[in-house]
């Protein structure tokens, strides 16, 4: 018999950390700290020393848009949930934000949304219709 391996979701914490590509992550750092409430700046010094957005307890690491990996809105995304959705896309707009997909609504009473950041990456945001 073979031994299991260990899971490959925690369940206590199944996302640990959300990477973002852009081109000027100084600029992206202080925009998504404007953008998302409740985020904080954090710094860690070693093996390679980078700051990061502290979401909720998930790192929200912007990071260098490269030939591999560039900035833009395609492949996954993830959805921010937000007890405000209204408030919350009002938000985003006011800050640069543009509106890409959405608002619809959804399943379980929500609406979803999809916002391009200003470097054209997606964050999207669903939660309860107002």
Known sequence: MQPCPPPLIHA???VFAILVHVPDVPAALNWYLAALPGARRAHIAEPIAFDYLDVGG???ELV?????VTNAAAGSVVYWHTPD???SLAHL???GATLYRG?????FGHKM????D???NCLCLRGPAQ
Not at 64 to 68: C, L, M, Q, S
Not at 113 to 116: F, G, S, T
């Open 12 to 14: 206590a914490k199944p």
């Open 58 to 60: 998930i790192m929200l």
């Open 64 to 68: 260098p848009a490269d030939e591999k």
């Open 85 to 87: 959705f209204d408030a």
């Open 93 to 95: 707009l006011s800050i």
């Open 103 to 107: 608002p619809g609504a959804i399943e």
């Open 113 to 116: 949304c999809q916002v391009k």
């Open 118 to 120: 200003p470097w054209g």
